[in-house]
T-cell receptor
Framework: AAGVIQSPRHLIKEKRETATLKCYPI?????VYWYQQGPGQDPQFLIS???????DKGSIPDRFSAQQFSDYHSELNMSSLELGDSALYFC???????????FGPGTRLTVT | QQQVKQSPQSLIVQKGGISIINCAYE??????FPWYQQFPGKGPALLIA?????SEKKEGRFTISFNKSAKQFSLHIMDSQPGDSATYFC???????????FGKGTRLSVIA
């Protein structure tokens, strides 16, 4: 079965640079969530989109923005990167109100 | 404030034994309770989930027990195997396509 696709899988950036993470949800899933997971921590919700509209917002820094496109893929844009942004970034998708969220393999972002 | 409290932090179980992980929540609006399994460097994988209309759900070796009045739910892994060694997260959300709130995770080690 098709799963959530994330790219790139690994990304190394320097402080103050920008990064763009991409997420391709499972086919026919219309909701995308972004989570950030630090080492040894639980995933923390950043932002979500339903039918291309922002649906919920969590602890996402103002330096980050995201959107969902007409084909339902989503991009997380991160600017003025800080060392503390180093983490695993997961995208999850679900189908409408069914609620089951399926996670992608993640993007490991390292800021040096 | 941790909305979902998970215990224990770590657990060592003999092969063939039963692994039990507990979670408690405060928000009575929560009505969807999934469990995720995560291997190092991988995305969380949905194991099993329950809604408050049932007190127990079983899928293979995995069982969720749910106590609505106590606002607690637990994961039981029967006949634990070394391949089950991973970090397990409980989570909760309030209806359908809303962000998940995770517990802090339990690192399970199954030893032969």
């Amino acid at each position: 079965a098709a799963g959530v696709i994330q790219s790139p899988r690994h990304l190394i950036k320097e402080k103050r640079e920008t990064a763009t993470l991409k997420c391709y949800p499972i086919p026919r899933h219309d909701t995308v969530y972004w989570y950030q997971q630090g080492p040894g921590q639980d995933p923390q919700f950043l932002i979500s989109f339903y039918e291309k509209m922002q649906s919920d917002k969590g602890s996402i820094p103002d330096r980050f923005s995201a959107q969902q496109f007409s084909d339902y893929h989503s991009e997380l844009n991160m600017s003025s990167l800080e060392l503390g942004d180093s983490a695993l970034y997961f995208c999850a998708s679900s189908q409408g109100t069914i609620g089951e969220q399926y996670f992608g393999p993640g993007t490991r972002l390292t800021v040096t | 404030q941790q909305q979902v409290k998970q215990s224990p932090q770590s657990l060592i179980v003999q092969k063939g034994g039963i692994s039990i992980i507990n979670c408690a929540y405060e928000n009575t609006a929560f009505d969807y309770f999934p469990w995720y399994q995560q291997f190092p460097g991988k995305g969380p994988a949905l194991l099993i989930a329950i809604r408050p209309d049932v007190s127990e759900k079983k899928e293979g070796r995995f069982t969720i027990s749910f106590n609505k009045s106590a606002k607690q739910f637990s994961l039981h892994i029967m006949d634990s195997q070394p391949g089950d060694s991973a970090t397990y997260f409980c989570a909760a959300s309030d209806s359908g396509n809303t962000p998940l709130v995770f517990g802090k995770g339990t690192r399970l080690s199954v030893i032969a």
